[in-house]
Nanobody, 115 residues
């Protein structure tokens, strides 16, 4: 089973930037899609950004134009660059990889936007 290890995250003021990285223990090319979800306090987990094996990307409306997802097949990492962060972006961010209908999850990393 694939292991996913997150790095990055932390605290930032509104308008700031953070980056997240998710390292997979196996080749990303084995998976159809990968990306990030997030779960804010008291809310359900929601998709944030996805990149497919064909390098097609998709973003939640709330992050379009601010977040960028990339994948590095050589390093087996999926990265999320987050710019212009706002209070509503505060959440635990989870990376995942997907093989057909099965998702494998990382443990999550906290992103806090506060003044």
């Amino acid at each position: 089973q694939v292991q996913l290890v997150n790095s990055g995250g932390g605290s930032v003021q509104p308008g700031g930037s953070l980056s997240l990285s998710c390292a997979a223990s196996t080749r990303l090319s084995l998976f159809n899609a990968m990306g990030w979800y997030r779960q804010a306090p008291g809310k359900q987990r929601e998709p944030v950004a996805t990149v497919t094996s064909a390098a097609s990307t998709n973003y939640a409306d709330s992050v379009k134009g601010r977040f960028t997802i990339t994948r590095d097949n050589a390093k087996n990492t999926v990265n999320l660059q987050m710019n212009s962060l706002d209070f509503e972006d505060t959440a635990v961010y989870y990376c995942y990889v997907q093989n057909y209908a099965v998702k494998y999850w990382g443990k999550g990393t906290l992103v806090t936007v506060s003044s």
